[in-house]
């Protein structure tokens, strides 16, 4: 079975800085894109920024210039380097794994998911 675990979130104040890291272990063959989706409070989930195994980057329109994302494709971890954070950043975060194959079944490629972290921007 494949787990991901994050880690790095917190309360921050508005402006300041936090890392989030995501890593997948299992008999993982491969992953195809790793990243990150929020839920705010009431509102639906969305996705905050991915990256495929080959290096190409999404991000939402709201934090592109303040969140980098980036991967260790050795280590399975995913990264979320998000800076300026802004109170409407506030969210549980939700690390996500697509793609991903295991030794136990090279044909079947699966989406796993985070158990999620709270991050709260304060004013």
């Known amino acids: 079975q494949v787990q991901l675990v994050e880690s790095g979130g917190g309360l921050v104040q508005a402006g300041g800085s936090l890392r989030l890291s995501c890593a997948a272990s299992?008999?993982?063959?491969?992953?195809?894109?790793m990243g990150w989706y929020r839920r705010a409070p009431g509102k639906q989930r969305e996705l905050v920024a991915t990256?495929?195994?080959?290096?190409?980057?999404v991000y939402a329109d709201s934090v592109k210039g303040r969140f980098t994302i980036s991967r260790d494709g050795a280590k399975n971890t995913v990264y979320l380097q998000m800076n300026s954070l802004k109170p409407e950043d506030t969210a549980v975060y939700y690390c996500?794994?697509?793609?991903?194959?295991?030794?136990?079944?090279?044909?079947?490629?699966?989406?796993?998911w985070g158990q999620g972290t709270q991050v709260t921007v304060s004013s």
């Open positions: 996500y794994a697509d793609g991903v194959r295991v030794t136990t079944a090279l044909n079947v490629y699966k989406t796993y």
């Open positions: 299992g008999s993982i063959v491969s992953i195809n894109a």
């Open positions: 990256m495929t195994s080959g290096g190409n980057t």
